[in-house]
């Protein structure tokens, strides 16, 4: 544990308690009463207000759209079925800019929606909400559906011999197994939708700001640390009680149930009423995820007289782009290439050792530093990011013009995805294996090359594409320490976005369609050495 507990004492504890620090302390004396003077303003009320509505609305919304399709996924066979799976989880592992690029060409000033039928929903709740749907319906149906395909049918088939109706036996058998998967799903989407930023910095305009936003605002616009700083702690309080009550979901669901095969559950369409459940989803899928990555593909190549490249070769041009980047924008793809590589390494590293010390040892310290682990998910990243400049800024840590910052960064995003995928694979590694080979004489390096790493292999994998997904996408710490001769893709399309004009909408379009088809390749990748369908993350 020594590794991964220095890793984030040092890049996640020290920079977040240091700008927490310079906000709430004057003359070296610490000022609670900030929280009073800030949590009593009518404005900080408004956004704490919004932030939890909006992730309540957006978390109840997904799972009416979304169950649905959980169901189809875990009970019926059809063909592509397999490449469905992957397309609905492509928007996951979007950058939220992305997101939120694609709702703007479809939602926004002369997008599809406003060409169509003259309908504008840009800065208006439904365009945040529609993109938090879109951006969560996988971790509904991945999550839900995972355990829906591995429950017995049989239970429920058993209820109806006994004479209880269709609904009265999934209410009575199927819905309580399930309810721990649900009540996980609805957890983290609450979590991802009440931490948004990209969404909504994008979509809401002037008019909306969640928590995140807000310290982005008090922050890099405003410099209020004291303000930033207890928004900061309100955030990380919350999302700590988030994270505990999912950690009880997560158990609950581990210990409750015998599972079966998916293989055994699933079955084709049989009548008219499933046949037109499966069209739904299909329509669904085909609406809310299909629809706004055609449109962002669409207006990428949409110029006034016709469809071509020509912002696509406007990326190249320096000249271009002077007065936006000190560089040509086609070096961000480089760019986010190479630092999410370095993060993904850094993850693996981090992660792995962390979860081979949490599958090693139990207690209450050990499960409070597997909590501590997804902390990263839900803290601000805004103040991550603030909170490096200030703290990594002198000897032996002085990391202020150096690269490694923005990897560093991302790969506190990324330790969390490598560690909830390898941890139950190597929970379920039968210690007897390792005690033989010791026996035999095996080191314990040995033992753990040729016992669990043959074991593990491809779950490294998984964990590391889903590690390289969110490092290429971190956007909330990056956009402070990227340098500007070194832009990210997610900073890059924010600040094309940011300036008017044709040219920077197109390129700012042409560099999410990158990034999109980047992430869905990886994603594509993921699918072909998953090493298991029970659809957790």
């Known amino acids: 544990m020594a590794v991964p507990v220095a890793f984030f004492a040092v890049f996640f504890a020290y920079p977040v308690v240091a700008i927490v620090g310079r906000g709430l302390k004057a003359d070296g004396v610490w000022q609670f009463g900030r929280f009073g003077e800030v949590l ?22 997904t799972l009416l759209i ?48 406003d060409e169509l039928w003259g309908v504008r929903l840009d800065t208006t709740v439904w365009s945040i909400l529609l993109a938090h749907v879109f951006f ?45 998967a649900v009540a996980a799903a609805a957890l983290m989407v609450f979590l991802f939708t009440f931490t948004s930023f990209g969404v909504v ?19 890099a616009q405003l410099l209020a640390l004291p ?28 210990t409750a149930l015998k599972l079966v095969d998916p293989a055994q559950t699933a079955r084709r369409p049989r009548g008219a009423g499933q046949w037109v459940l499966l069209g739904g989803v299909l329509l669904t899928v085909l609406v809310l995820i299909l629809l706004p990555l055609a449109v962002l593909v669409d207006r990428s190549l949409d ?19 002077s007065g936006t980047f000190l560089v040509a924008p086609l070096e961000a793809i480089g760019n986010s290439l190479r630092y999410a590589l370095v993060a993904t390494a850094i993850a693996l590293v981090v992660g792995g050792l962390a979860a081979a010390a949490l599958t090693r040892r139990a207690g209450r310290l050990v499960r ?45 995003v990324g330790v969390p995805f490598v560690v909830r995928t390898m941890l139950p694979v190597l929970r379920a590694v039968d210690g007897r294996l390792r ?67 044709d040219l920077n909408y197109g390129q700012a379009m042409a560099l999410s369609t990158i990034l999109m088809l980047v992430c869905a390749v990886s994603l594509l990748l993921l699918e072909r050495i998953r090493t298991d369908r029970s659809g957790e993350f």
């Open 40 to 61: 009593t303003r009518p404005d900080i009320l408004d956004v704490l207000w919004f932030t939890l509505w909006q992730a309540l609305a957006s978390t109840a919304l």
């Open 136 to 180: 969560n319906y996988a971790v509904v149906v991945r999550t839900v559906g995972g355990l829906w395909s591995q429950l017995d049918p049989r239970q429920e088939e058993a209820a109806r011999v006994l004479g209880a109706g269709r609904f009265a036996a999934w209410r009575r058998v199927t819905l309580p197994a399930l309810a721990p």
């Open 435 to 501: 005690e033989a080979a010791a026996v035999l004489g095996a080191s314990p390096l040995r033992a753990w090359r040729e016992v669990d790493l043959p074991l593990v292999r491809r779950a490294l994998l998984v964990a590391a594409g889903f590690a390289f997904a969110v490092s290429l996408g971190e956007f909330g710490a990056t956009v402070f320490i990227a340098r500007p001769d070194s832009p990210t893709l997610p900073v890059a399309v924010a600040r094309l976005l940011g300036r008017s004009g």
């Open 66 to 113: 979304a169950l649905p399709g959980a169901y189809v996924f875990a009970r019926f066979d059809f063909p592509g079925k397999q490449l469905l799976r992957a397309i609905v989880t492509v928007p996951f592992v979007l950058p939220t800019v992305v997101v939120g690029t694609a709702f703007l060409a479809l939602l926004g000033r002369g997008g599809f929606l």
């Open 303 to 321: 110029l006034s007289g016709g469809h071509g490249l020509d912002y696509y070769r406007a990326l190249g041009s320096a000249e271009a782009n």
């Open 368 to 412: 409070g530093f597997d909590a501590l682990l997804m902390l990263p998910l839900g803290v601000s990243a805004v103040t991550v990011g603030f909170g490096f400049l200030i703290t990594l800024d002198k000897p032996p840590l002085d990391l202020r013009t150096s690269w490694i910052l923005v990897p560093l960064a991302q790969a506190l």
């Open 227 to 254: 303000t930033a700083a207890v928004l900061t702690l309100v955030q990380f309080a919350a999302v700590g009680a988030i994270l505990a009550v999912h950690a009880w979901t997560v158990r609950r669901r581990e």
């Open 201 to 219: 910095q994008i979509l809401g305009g002037p008019g909306f700001s969640t928590l995140e936003v807000e310290i982005y605002r008090q922050t």
